[in-house]
C-alpha cells in the first residue's frame, strides 16, 4: 500500500473526499449568503436554519409521505423557499434600510425560533435518512473507496453552484440583479421591480440552503442542531472569501472543505479549528477577504 | 402602541417575580421525594429517557405509594446531556424542593457534577445509567451508590471475549468524555491482559452527526476489530456508517456497551453476532419477564438494563427506609451497604464500601434474524461471570473511602 | 428624586437572597455584569460583539482550574481569571477591530468559535465533562464562601463596584469620545482621534469585565462547562443588553433578570420551546423594542417631564 508521509493513500484521499464533500456544503451556503447580502443588505444568521430545515423536510417527506429522496430534491427546495418568501415579505422588508447589525440580530432570533421549534418535535438525537437505492454502493479505484453517494452529492453541488454563478455573472437577468444591488433606485426608474427582484434572489438563497440541506440528508445525521454547526463555519468561510465575489464563495467554500480534509489526515485534533484559524491570519493579512471588495 | 406593549413587558416582568417567590414556599416536608434525572430528547432518551421515570414509578407503586407512613413522590428533569443542566437541577432539587434521592442520570459527564453536588448536601445519588468507573475511584464519595454496570465490566467482558475470538489487534473510536476515555481505558487493559494490541484511537464529540472521516481512520490502521467506545445513537450511527463504508467486510466491529434499545434500533440483520456485556436482560428468568412484560405494557418496549435498575434502586431505596423508618441519607446508605438485596433485577446483591453493586454479569451474542423467535427475543446467553470477576476488584481502587 | 432610587434598589439588593433563592440571585447578578460589560461595547461604542462568551467562559475556566488543581484562593483565582480575560480581549481585539460594522460581529462569533474548539481539546478544560467541584473557599481568611449568604453578598459587593466603575468610565473624558466616535467616526477622524486605539480599549475593559463575571461564575456555581464559551450564550447576553436596553446604564441589568428568569422558571415545563420564545423575544425587540426596557422607561419619563417643564 503505497503511503505519502506517512499516511495510506487511501486513507489521503478518503479524508480529501470527505473535505471536498464538505466544501461543496460549504460553497453553497456562503453562495447563498453571499447572494442574500448583496441584495437585501442583511447576513442572514438563519441560513443554517433553511439548511436544516432542507434536511428535515426530506426526512418529513420521507416518513410521514412516503415521498423519497428524488421528490424530496425537487419539492423541499422550492417549499422551503417559499417558507423564506414569506418570512422575507411579512418580516425581514422592514429591515433593509437599517444597519445590517439589525438584520443580523432579527435573523439570529429566527434561527433560534426554528431551531426551537424542531427540536421540540423532534428531539436532538438524529433522525435516520437512509441513501436513496440507486445511490448505495461505492466504487473502488484503488487509490479510493467512493461511496457513490458522495460523489453524487459534489456533481450536484457543483452544477449548481457554477449554474448559480453563470446566471449571475452572464445573463441579463444576472445583470439587473447586480445593478440592482448598486443602486436599486436607477434600476426601478428604469421599470424593472426591484422588490420582486430582492424577493427572488432571497427564495433563489434559500432554496440553495435547503437543497444543501436535502443532499446532506443521508451524509450526515439529520438533526435539528445541524443549521447551527454550520452556519458558523459558513460565516468564517464568508469572511475569508469576502462578501463581494460570488466566484469567490464557491472557491473559497471549496478550498476550505478540503483543507479541512487534509488536516483531519496529518492533524486531526485541528480540523474544527483550522477554519477560524485561517480566517484570523486572513484578517491581518487582507481584512476584505481574499476576493473580496469593500463596499 | 410602543406603550402598550412596554406596559405588557413590565407587567410580565412583575408576574414572573411574583411566581418565583410563591414557588419558593412550596418546600416538601413530610415526602419521601425522589428525582429521575435524565436525557428526556437526545441520544441516550431510548435506553434511559421516559422509561426511567415510569420504572421509578413502578418500583413506587409496588411499595403502595407510601413507606414508612409518608407519601412517596417522583419528579423528573432532563439532564440534556449538559453537566452545568443536570448540577444546576441536582442543586436545585435538594436544596429547594426537598428531593431526597437522585437516580439514574444516564451521561458519565452529568454524573460526576451531579456526585459533587449529592456530596456536598449529603444526600443519596444512586445512577444508574453512566458508566464512568471514575464514579466509584477518584469521584467516590459516600453518597453515592453505582447501581447497574460500569465500562470496566463492559470493556473487559466484551473486550476479552472478543480477542479470544481472534480479534486481537484494536483501534478504537471514542465518545470524547468521561465515559468514552474511560471506557476505552478499561477495555484497552483487557485487551492488553488477554494478549491483544492496541494500534491507535480517534475521539469524535458526543451525538457526532457523522461517523466517516472516524471510521476511515480505524480502516487505514488495518486493525482486526474497531472497538466502539461510545453509546446509544453514537454506537447505532457508527454501526450504520461502517456498513455504509463496507468496512464490516474486513474488519470486525466490537460494541462495547450495547442496550437491547440499540440493537432494536439497528435490526437483527446488522447486529447480528455482536457481542453485548450485559447486567440484565428480560428474557433471562421468571421474574425479569414478568417485569419485563409489565414494563412493556406501559411502553411498548422492553426495558434496558438501566430501566430495569432505575426499578430496583427505587424499590431497595424505598425497602431501607421501611426498615430505618427515616430518610436521613446517612442512615439509609448505612442500611443499604449491609443488605444482600435480591429483586427483578438481580439475585444476592450486594453494595461495597466504595459505593460499587456486586451482582452478576453476563455475556450475550445477538441472534440471527432466523434465530429470533418472537419479538425482543434478540439475546442468546454465552456465559455468566460471578460479581466479584466483572467488577473492579478493590485491590485496584483508587477511591479514598477505601482504607489500604 | 434618584437618590432615592437608587437607594431603593441597593435596599432590593441587600434583602433579595432572603426572599429568594441565594444561587438564582447570584446568577442573576453574574449575567447582569456579563451584559453590562458587552454594553460597554455595544451601547456606547457601537459595536457588536458576537462572542463574547470566549471572555467570559475563558476566565471561568482559569479561574476553576487554578482554584481547583492548584489551590489558588477565590481571590487569587478570579484575579487570575480576570488577567486571562484581558489579555485574550487585547489578542482578539487586535485582529477584529480592523473590520468595520457587521463584519466585526462576524470575526467575533468565529474568533469565539475558535476558542470553543480549543476548550473543548485542551486537556486541563476537562473537554465535553467541563470542571466540576471548584471550592469556594475563604476570602480575607474569615468569610466562608461555602455559605451561600456570604457568597451573595460578596458578590453583590464586586457587582456594585464593576457598576460603579462603567459609570465613571462612561462620563469621563475617555467615554465622551467614544460615545462621539459612535455618532460620528469620520468626525472623530478628523478631530484627531487616534479611533481604533479608543476602540481597541474600550473593547479590553468590556472583555475583562465579562472576564470577572465568568470568574465569579466559576465559583459561584462551582462548575464550569462548554456552555459558557457558546456562542449561544453570547447570543443571550446580546439578548440581554438589547432587550433591556443598549446604551442605557440600567438596561442590561433588567434584560438579564427578565432572561435569566425566564430561563429558570420555564425550561423544566416546556424545554426546548424556550428557545423558541427568547428567539421570538429578540425578533420583537428588533423590530419594535430597540430601545430597549430601560430605554422606553426613559424616553417615556422624558416625554412626560418635558411637557411638564414646557406646559
Redesign the interface.
Known amino acids: 500500500m503505497t503511503e505519502v508521509f506517512g499516511?495510506?493513500i487511501?486513507?489521503l484521499f478518503?479524508?480529501l473526499m470527505?473535505g471536498l464533500v464538505n466544501g461543496c456544503f460549504y460553497a453553497m451556503l456562503s453562495l447563498g449568503l453571499a447572494i442574500i447580502f448583496g441584495m437585501l443588505n442583511i447576513?442572514n444568521f438563519a441560513h443554517g436554519a433553511f439548511y436544516m430545515m432542507g434536511a428535515v423536510c426530506a426526512w418529513i417527506l420521507l416518513n410521514n409521505f412516503g415521498l423519497g429522496y428524488w421528490w424530496a430534491l425537487l419539492i423541499v427546495p422550492v417549499g422551503v423557499a417559499l417558507f423564506g418568501v414569506i418570512i422575507e415579505q411579512t418580516?425581514l422588508k422592514?429591515?433593509y434600510r437599517l444597519?445590517?447589525?439589525?438584520g443580523?440580530?432579527?435573523t439570529?432570533?429566527?434561527?433560534?425560533?426554528?431551531?426551537?421549534?424542531f427540536?421540540?418535535k423532534y428531539?436532538?438525537?438524529?433522525l435516520?435518512y437512509e441513501?436513496p437505492d440507486k445511490l448505495l454502493g461505492?466504487v473502488n479505484l484503488g487509490f479510493l473507496?467512493l461511496?457513490e453517494y458522495r460523489a453524487w452529492v459534489v456533481v450536484v453541488s457543483l452544477v449548481v453552484c457554477f449554474a448559480t454563478w453563470f446566471i449571475i455573472e452572464w445573463t441579463p437577468l444576472g445583470a439587473y440583479l447586480r445593478a440592482a444591488t448598486e443602486n436599486p433606485q436607477i434600476v426601478q426608474a428604469f421599470g424593472i421591480n426591484v422588490p420582486v427582484m430582492i424577493t427572488v434572489t432571497f427564495a433563489i438563497g434559500v432554496g440553495l440552503a435547503a437543497l444543501a440541506g436535502v443532499l446532506a440528508a443521508p451524509?450526515?445525521?439529520v438533526?435539528p442542531l445541524?443549521g447551527?454547526?454550520m452556519i458558523?463555519?459558513v460565516?468564517?468561510v464568508?469572511?475569508i472569501g469576502g462578501m463581494g465575489s460570488i466566484l469567490g464563495s464557491i472557491i473559497t467554500g471549496l478550498a476550505l472543505g478540503l483543507i479541512e480534509?487534509l488536516t483531519?489526515v496529518f492533524y486531526?485534533?485541528a480540523t474544527?479549528?483550522v477554519v477560524?484559524?485561517i480566517?484570523?491570519v486572513v484578517?491581518?493579512i487582507r481584512?476584505a477577504g481574499l476576493f473580496g471588495r469593500e463596499k | 402602541m410602543k406603550r402598550k406593549f412596554l406596559y405588557l413587558v413590565l407587567t410580565g416582568l412583575l408576574v414572573f417575580g411574583a411566581s418565583s417567590a410563591i414557588a419558593q414556599s412550596k418546600i416538601s416536608g413530610d415526602v419521601v421525594k425522589i428525582g429521575v434525572l435524565t436525557d428526556l430528547?437526545?441520544?441516550y432518551?431510548d435506553l434511559s429517557g421516559q422509561g426511567s421515570v415510569i420504572a421509578a414509578q413502578m418500583a413506587v407503586d409496588e411499595m403502595g405509594g407510601k413507606v414508612a407512613g409518608k407519601p412517596v413522590q417522583v419528579i423528573s428533569a432532563d439532564h440534556?446531556n449538559k453537566a452545568d443542566v443536570g448540577a444546576n437541577k441536582a442543586r436545585e432539587w435538594y436544596d429547594r424542593e426537598g428531593v431526597d434521592m437522585i437516580v439514574d442520570v444516564v451521561n458519565s459527564g452529568v454524573a460526576l457534577a451531579v456526585t459533587k453536588v449529592a456530596a456536598e448536601k449529603h444526600k443519596l445519588f444512586i445512577d444508574t445509567g453512566a458508566g464512568s468507573t471514575r464514579l466509584t475511584n477518584e469521584d467516590c464519595n459516600p453518597y453515592m451508590i453505582h447501581w447497574v454496570y460500569d465500562t470496566y465490566a463492559t470493556g473487559t467482558v466484551t473486550g476479552k471475549a472478543v480477542v479470544q475470538n481472534g480479534g486481537k489487534t484494536w483501534f478504537f473510536i471514542t465518545a470524547d468524555y468521561a465515559f468514552g476515555k474511560s471506557l476505552q481505558q478499561d477495555t484497552t487493559n483487557a485487551v492488553q491482559a488477554a494478549g491483544g494490541k492496541v494500534l491507535g484511537a480517534?475521539t469524535h464529540p458526543l451525538?457526532?452527526?457523522?461517523f466517516?472521516?472516524y471510521l476511515?481512520?480505524a480502516?487505514?490502521s488495518k486493525a482486526q476489530v474497531i472497538g466502539l467506545a461510545n453509546a446509544?445513537?453514537d454506537t447505532i450511527?457508527s454501526i450504520?456508517t461502517a456498513n455504509?463504508?463496507?468496512i464490516t467486510k474486513s474488519q470486525k466491529l466490537a460494541a462495547l456497551l450495547m442496550f437491547i434499545t440499540d440493537v432494536n434500533a439497528l435490526g437483527l440483520n446488522t447486529a447480528q453476532g455482536m457481542y453485548v456485556a450485559s447486567s440484565w436482560y428480560w428474557d433471562q428468568n421468571d421474574n425479569t419477564r414478568k417485569f419485563g412484560k409489565a414494563f412493556f405494557n406501559k411502553t411498548k418496549k422492553m426495558p434496558t438494563m438501566d430501566q430495569a435498575g432505575v426499578y430496583s434502586a427505587v424499590l431497595q431505596y424505598l425497602k431501607a427506609i421501611q426498615k430505618t423508618g427515616t430518610d436521613d441519607a446517612d442512615a439509609v446508605v448505612k442500611q443499604l451497604k449491609s443488605t444482600t438485596m435480591s429483586d427483578a433485577f438481580m439475585t444476592n446483591g450486594k453494595i461495597r464500601a466504595d459505593g460499587r453493586l456486586i451482582k452478576d454479569f453476563y455475556l450475550f451474542q445477538v441472534k440471527s434474524p432466523g434465530e429470533s423467535k418472537y419479538p425482543w427475543d434478540y439475546y442468546k446467553l454465552l456465559s455468566t461471570i460471578p460479581g466479584d470477576q466483572a467488577f473492579q476488584p478493590l485491590s485496584l481502587s483508587r477511591c479514598p473511602l477505601i482504607k489500604k | 428624586m434618584r437618590i432615592a432610587g437608587y437607594a431603593v434598589m441597593l435596599a432590593i439588593g441587600l434583602i433579595a437572597p432572603h426572599v429568594y433563592y441565594p444561587i438564582f440571585l447570584m446568577r442573576i447578578l453574574c449575567f447582569a455584569l456579563f451584559a453590562s460589560a458587552l454594553n460597554l461595547l455595544l451601547g456606547y461604542t457601537g459595536l457588536?460583539s458576537?462572542g463574547h462568551a470566549a471572555f467570559f467562559g475563558a476566565a471561568a475556566y482559569v479561574t476553576a482550574y487554578v482554584a481547583k488543581e492548584r489551590d489558588f484562593s477565590p481571590a487569587a483565582a478570579v484575579i487570575t481569571g480576570v488577567v486571562v480575560a484581558a489579555l485574550l480581549g487585547t489578542a482578539v481585539g487586535l485582529?477584529?477591530i480592523?473590520?468595520l460594522?457587521?463584519?466585526f460581529?462576524?470575526?467575533t462569533?468565529?474568533?469565539a468559535?475558535?476558542l470553543y474548539?480549543?476548550c473543548?481539546?485542551a486537556p486541563f478544560t476537562g473537554g465535553e465533562d467541563g470542571i466540576q467541584g471548584v471550592p469556594r473557599g475563604h476570602l480575607l481568611w474569615k468569610l466562608d464562601l461555602g455559605n451561600d449568604m456570604v457568597l451573595y453578598y460578596v458578590v453583590y459587593v464586586i457587582f456594585l463596584a464593576s457598576y460603579y466603575f462603567i459609570y465613571r468610565v462612561v462620563h469621563s473624558p475617555f467615554g465622551q469620545v467614544v460615545k462621539a466616535i459612535r455618532e460620528n467616526e469620520p468626525r472623530a477622524i478628523s478631530l484627531g482621534y487616534d479611533v481604533n486605539r479608543y476602540k481597541l480599549v474600550t473593547f479590553i475593559l468590556s472583555a475583562t469585565l465579562a472576564g470577572l463575571a465568568g470568574s465569579m461564575k466559576a465559583i459561584i456555581l462551582t462548575f464550569v462547562t462548554l456552555t459558557d464559551v457558546d456562542?449561544?450564550t453570547s447570543?443571550e447576553v446580546?439578548?440581554m443588553t438589547?432587550l433591556g436596553g443598549m446604551g442605557t446604564l440600567f438596561g442590561p441589568s433588567v434584560g438579564a433578570l427578565f432572561v435569566v428568569t425566564l430561563d429558570t422558571q420555564l425550561s423544566d415545563r416546556v424545554?426546548?420551546?424556550?428557545?423558541?420564545?427568547?428567539?421570538?423575544?429578540?425578533?420583537v425587540?428588533?423590530?419594535t423594542l430597540?430601545r430597549g426596557i430601560v430605554g422606553e422607561i426613559i424616553a417615556l419619563y422624558r416625554r412626560v417631564v418635558g411637557n411638564s417643564h414646557h406646559g
Do not use: H
Open positions: 499516511v495510506p487511501s486513507a478518503g479524508q470527505l447576513i418580516m422592514r429591515l444597519d445590517p447589525l439589525y443580523f440580530l432579527y439570529f432570533g429566527l434561527a433560534q425560533v426554528i431551531e426551537g421549534l427540536r421540540y428531539g436532538v438525537s438524529g435516520p441513501t461505492a473507496f461511496p451524509a450526515t445525521q438533526s445541524m447551527a454547526n458558523i463555519v460565516f468564517a464568508v469572511v480534509g483531519n486531526p485534533k474544527n479549528t477560524f484559524f480566517m484570523a484578517l491581518l481584512p | 430528547s437526545g441520544l432518551s440534556q480517534v451525538n457526532a452527526s457523522d466517516s472521516s476511515l481512520q480502516q487505514s446509544g445513537g450511527n450504520k455504509q463504508f463496507g | 457588536l458576537f485582529v477584529s480592523r473590520r460594522g457587521i463584519y460581529s462576524m470575526v462569533l468565529a474568533l468559535q475558535l474548539f480549543i473543548l481539546q456562542w449561544r447570543g446580546v439578548l438589547l424545554g426546548p420551546l424556550v428557545t423558541v420564545l427568547i428567539g421570538a423575544i429578540f425578533m425587540c428588533v423590530l430597540r
